[in-house]
Each structure stands twice: as structure tokens, then as C-alpha cells.
Nanobody
């Protein structure tokens, strides 16, 4: 069974920083972290879930306009972990942050997995 476990959320003042981590695990026969596109999404109350940042298998990154220059996504394939470094946090960054993995197998269609989410609250 594939699991994504987020950590690092919490309460921080505006202007502060947090680093989220997402550790992935699963049977090697059905899940290979290095073959996953990894993403961080967030969902605030009453709003749709949105992509915050993504990182490809090759390490290319993309960001939502609202976080460019403040957030950095990275991955460590040796640790099966993806990170989201969040700097200069704003109250509007408050949300539940979710880790996602799109696994691209050698054969068959891609498979999507989600973590349980971690709360980030930024006080003004």
C-alpha cells in the first residue's frame, strides 16, 4: 500500500518560514518514488484545492504565481521525500497542504496518490 505522510505544518507569524516534508512509501513492486511527479497542493476553507508547486521526475519545477519567489519545492529520491520550503509566509497562505504523487509505471496508466494533509496557519 502506497502512503504519503506529510509533516512540518503549524502556526507561524506572517513573514516567517516553514518547511513541509512528504515521505512516500510503498511496495517496490508497485511504487518507485523516482518515477513519480510530485506536487504540493493546498486547500483553504471554502476554496478549491490548488496546485502550489510541482517537481518532475527530471527535477524541473513549476509554481503557482502566488508563491513564486517565496516557495521552493525539492526532492530527495534516496529518501523518497519531497519538500516544500515556504518563506515570507502570508496569511493568505493558510490552508491544508497536501502532498501528491503521480506514479508513472513502466506498463499501464499513471496512478495518483494523496497524503492526509497538514495544516499551515499564518497569523497576521
Amino acid at each position: 500500500q502506497v502512503q504519503l505522510v506529510e509533516s512540518g505544518g503549524g502556526l507561524v507569524q506572517a513573514g516567517g518560514s516553514l518547511r513541509l516534508s512528504c515521505a512516500a512509501s510503498g511496495p517496490a513492486s508497485t511504487f518507485v518514488f523516482s518515477n513519480c511527479y510530485m506536487g504540493w497542493y493546498r486547500q483553504a476553507p471554502g476554496k478549491q484545492r490548488e496546485l502550489v508547486a510541482g517537481i518532475t521526475i527530471g527535477g524541473s519545477t513549476n509554481y503557482a504565481d502566488s508563491v513564486k519567489g517565496r516557495f521552493t519545492i525539492s526532492r530527495d529520491n534516496a529518501k523518497n521525500t519531497v519538500y516544500l520550503q515556504m518563506n515570507s509566509l502570508k496569511p493568505e497562505d493558510s490552508a491544508v497542504y497536501y502532498c501528491s504523487a503521480r506514479y508513472i509505471p513502466q506498463v499501464g496508466p499513471p496512478r495518483d496518490y494523496w497524503g492526509q494533509g497538514t495544516q499551515v496557519t499564518v497569523s497576521s
